[in-house]
């Protein structure tokens, strides 16, 4: 499959449940993204991974752990979450960090909802 | 502060008027724009970027450092238009607008 798939397209959970989120992208990229998108906000930036490494964090509470094990799949680890963090969660790549061309790629993304 | 700042959520038009879709930049640098669409039930996915100087889909968007703006643009608006825009600023990460709700009637 091509492009970015993420799993699983939809997700409830308690506050107290530990669960994660999975990307993969099939495009050869070096960077990937976690966005948050809200009702009635913009698309917040969370997370950046380039080459594996984190290099950005945008201020995210501890309950959201990212990993990226290869340039290929970023997970997003979930615990002890509040019912405000309920939102689409947007994985996306790019060839590279900030993207020279500023063209992302995005998946569909994870309807979270915490109950 | 880098900010992008579209200010009307929605915008609703009778197929073959003219669209214009309002952005609004704050950046200290050189800025590099981009206009991204979802249509309904697919992904965010990039319509056109400043530097390029493209039309896609009819739509044009020109940058006005004066003014700061970045206005999506397109002079016959098609019902399969609509969808939602967002406007993105490039820095070392892309900053989103709030978007813009295009509806545009039969």
């Known amino acids: 499959e091509t492009g970015v798939t993420q799993t699983p397209r939809h997700l409830v959970m308690g506050m107290t449940n530990k669960k994660s989120l999975k990307c993969e992208q099939h495009?050869?990229?070096?960077?990937m993204y976690w966005y948050k998108q809200s009702a009635k906000k913009p698309l917040e930036l969370m997370f950046v991974y380039n080459f594996k490494e984190q290099t950005e964090n945008n201020s995210v509470p501890s309950r959201f752990s990212p990993e990226c094990p290869n340039s290929s799949h970023l997970f997003l680890h979930l615990h002890t979450l509040q019912p405000e963090d309920s939102a689409l969660y947007l994985c996306?790549?790019?060839?590279?960090?900030?993207?020279?061309?500023?063209?992302?790629?995005f998946g569909e993304g994870s309807r979270l909802t915490v109950l | 502060a880098q900010r992008v700042t579209q200010p009307e959520k929605l915008l609703s038009v009778f197929k073959g008027a003219p669209v214009e879709l309002k952005c609004n930049y704050s950046?200290?640098?050189?800025?590099?724009l981009f206009w991204y669409v979802q249509y309904s039930r697919q992904r965010l996915q990039l319509l056109l970027r400043h530097i390029s100087r493209e039309s896609i889909k009819g739509f044009t968007a020109d940058l006005n450092k004066g003014e700061t703006s970045f206005h999506l643009k397109k002079p016959f608006a098609q019902e399969e238009d609509s969808a939602m825009y967002y406007c993105a600023l490039n820095t070392d990460k892309l900053i989103f607008g709030t978007g813009t709700r295009l509806q545009v009637f039969p």
């Open positions: 495009l050869g990229h070096n960077a």
């Open positions: 996306a790549s790019s060839q590279d960090v900030g993207g020279r061309t500023g063209e992302l790629f």
């Open positions: 950046y200290s640098g050189s800025p590099e």
